[in-house]
């Protein structure tokens, strides 16, 4: 990064140190979920210094920031451990308001998702239509100045914490299933509308269903031209797709799997870094954040005046699920280790303590494996990839 930069890395370092909420920062690092009230206050303290839609350019209320300034942020966020933005507001929804919706809709939506004053979740995936999205059967029917909402929404991300969500509607049945989707908003406290937790295997509540019957929901809410929500979607998973990176946050990991790796029992017992398959591991996986940061870099370059990163973010999507899965693998392998060396009179107190890490290690390496799912799976970026970027 440019030297110039340095004074701005120091004013978001300083922030995160000094004046965002240190209490959240400390319940985040602690593994500890955050409450609707957590989540808001974390984003209207970086709402109040216009740093939490980082990329949405000036006209629309954005920081203004140039593509450096967007990635030593990310960074610096990443590397105080503090909570993640909330993508679905800022990240997704937003640039399809500024750039699709009605002078009413911008004014309704836009400035309290930038201040982080409300929270958005997102309608794509149904029990029937996770990987072929365009299959949905959900409906939303006009009924003079309204659509009328049945069907199931599932995986809806943080929904617990959301004041709107926006979605998927089939408003026509046309011969080719992509025709006839909409892109509709709608109240998460709506009547009709009911929330269904899904506990994940670790016991956290992240995901969700989400129900609607016969819910009323002014005509007003759609966004852009009825019967186009197909276009508008892939508009928006260009930016989900990019999103995915969070080089920072990988290159943490990583500095933090070689500090425990370096760690050596109190008689010189040998440090796992010195195992050599070990360290080839970890070294490959370095490389690889490199690899994914350039193609990252690369990608947004290309991306004028706030527009979508397109078909290229199916690259940076399976790249930041390998890498993502390649790096916790090695919280295993340090697990393994803790779990021998845990019997052996002669490991020092350090090597006890880094034992600590395993169960976050193993939650975080399980997380990981849904990221070839999630977000379109890894399988359909390949197919993207070959006929949109390749044309083959």
């Not at 500890?32 to 989540?39: K, N, P, R």
């Not at 599932?154 to 914490?161: D, E, G, K, P, V």
């Not at 109240?187 to 009323?216: C, Q, W, Y």
């Not at 360290?279 to 527009?307: H, P, Q, W």
Request: aromatic share 10%; with cysteine; charged share 25%.
């Amino acid at each position: 990064m440019a030297p110039e930069l340095s004074p701005f890395r120091e004013e978001v370092r300083h922030f995160f140190e000094t004046d965002y909420p240190q209490d959240l920062r400390e319940k985040t690092q602690r593994g500890e979920s955050l409450s609707t009230e957590d989540v808001r206050r974390s984003e209207m303290a970086l709402g109040a210094r216009n740093w939490l839609a980082t990329a949405w350019p000036t006209e629309h209320g954005g920081p203004g920031w140039d593509l450096q300034q967007q990635y030593v942020f990310d960074e610096e966020l990443e590397r105080a451990g503090v909570p993640t933005v909330t993508p679905m507001g800022v990240i997704y929804v937003g640039p399809i308001i500024y750039t699709f919706a009605d002078a009413a809709q911008k004014e309704r939506w836009l400035t309290p998702t930038r201040l982080g004053e409300i929270g958005w979740a997102q309608g794509y995936s149904e029990p029937e239509s996770g990987s072929d999205l365009a299959s949905l059967q959900f409906s939303a029917k006009r009924d003079g100045d309204n659509y009328i909402l049945n069907g199931t929404k599932i995986w809806t991300s943080a929904a617990q914490h959301a004041d709107w969500i926006f979605l998927l509607a089939r408003t026509s049945q046309e011969d080719r299933k992509q025709a006839g989707i909409s892109f509709i908003c709608c109240e998460m406290d709506r009547p009709g509308v009911t929330l269904h937790p899904i506990i994940t295997i670790d016991g956290k509540h992240a995901l969700n269903s989400v129900t609607f019957k016969n819910v009323v929901v002014p005509a007003a809410y759609l966004i852009g031209e009825e019967g186009k929500g197909w276009s508008y979607s892939q508009y928006l998973l260009g930016f989900e797709r990019t999103s995915y990176a969070r080089i920072g946050g990988k290159r943490k990991q990583l500095r933090h799997i070689r500090q425990i790796a370096q760690a050596e029992g109190a008689d010189g017992n040998r440090r796992v870094i010195d195992d050599e398959l070990f360290a080839g591991k970890l070294t490959a996986a370095e490389i690889a954040v490199d690899e994914l940061e350039m193609t990252v870099l690369r990608v947004l370059s290309a991306v004028k005046d706030g527009g979508s990163p397109g078909k290229e973010a199916s690259i940076i999507k399976i790249l930041a699920t390998e890498t993502a899965q390649q790096i916790t693998t090695l919280y295993l392998d340090l697990a393994a280790q803790a779990g021998i060396r845990r019997f052996d009179d002669s490991v020092s107190p350090d090597w006890l303590s880094a034992g600590q890490f395993s169960a976050p290690g193993v939650a975080s390496y399980f997380g990981t494996r849904a990221q070839s799912i999630y977000g379109g799976t890894n399988e359909i970026q390949k197919n993207i990839i070959a006929r949109r970027v390749l044309e083959l």
